[in-house]
């Protein structure tokens, strides 16, 4: 176990459905990232929540929309997706500002399909 | 613009043998840099990071990178492979003057260990 807890680990939904990711970690961490590992491709960076600000948003589609309550606690809400968006996304965590040094720590993964 | 690039998509190498599995980097300013393994439907760990100092990085399940300023490098070495070292491994990058938690990922090495 790394600290970093994602629900669900499987999610099937249709593209007219909505539907949350979640992610959550108590390592004192105040970054937060939301990453899309495709097959073949390289891993995407989707966001970047500093201290429950967003300070990186990657060109992400806006069916796509982040929300980070506080600083454990992540979430991905999903809507009109399309079947290209079938993936397994990861969510991570990392100290900040002055441990810009340490490592991020990953989630299992939510592996998505939408049909 | 941060980058990571892994020239391999599949590395093969018998049990017992050395292996490498390599990786360049770009970044504007100084590096930090990291590989990540990720075994079947996992989430990434951590396996190795270098920040300042020796060159060489020890890390874990006896794991070792080298730095290459001038090679602008950080290929993942081990001196004899175990079939239980099967797996998915990335080489990440943070730029450690850019102010930001941005950690960036290469497309990743397939890494088959023979019998």
């Known amino acids: 176990e790394t600290g970093v807890t994602q629900t669900p680990r499987h999610l099937v939904m249709g593209m007219t459905n909505k539907k949350s990711l979640k992610c959550e970690q108590h390592?004192?961490?105040?970054?937060m990232y939301w990453y899309k590992q495709s097959a073949k491709k390289p891993l995407e960076l989707m966001f970047v929540y500093n201290f429950k600000e967003q300070t990186e948003n990657n060109s992400v589609p806006s069916r796509f929309s982040p929300e980070c309550p506080n600083s454990s606690h992540l979430f991905l809400h999903l809507h009109t997706l399309q079947p290209e968006d079938s993936a397994l996304y990861l969510c991570?965590?990392?100290?900040?500002?002055?441990?810009?040094?340490?490592?991020?720590?990953f989630g299992q993964g939510t592996r998505l399909t939408v049909v | 613009a941060q980058s990571v690039a892994q020239p391999e998509d599949q590395v093969n190498v018998a049990e017992g043998n050395p292996l490498t599995v390599k990786c360049t980097y770009s970044?504007?300013?100084?590096?930090?840099l990291f590989w990540y393994v990720q075994y079947p439907n996992r989430g990434l760990q951590f396996l190795l990071k270098y920040i300042t100092g020796d060159n060489l990085v020890k890390g874990s399940y006896g794991f070792e990178a080298e730095f290459n300023k001038s090679q602008t490098s950080f290929h993942l070495k081990k001196p004899s492979a175990l079939v239980s070292d099967s797996a998915l491994y990335f080489c990440a990058v943070r730029d450690r003057q850019a102010g930001a938690n941005n950690l960036f990922f290469g497309t990743g090495t397939r890494l088959t260990v023979i019998p």
């Open positions: 970044v504007s300013g100084n590096p930090y």
């Open positions: 390592l004192g961490h105040n970054a």
């Open positions: 991570a965590s990392s100290g900040t500002g002055v441990v810009l040094s340490t490592e991020a720590f």
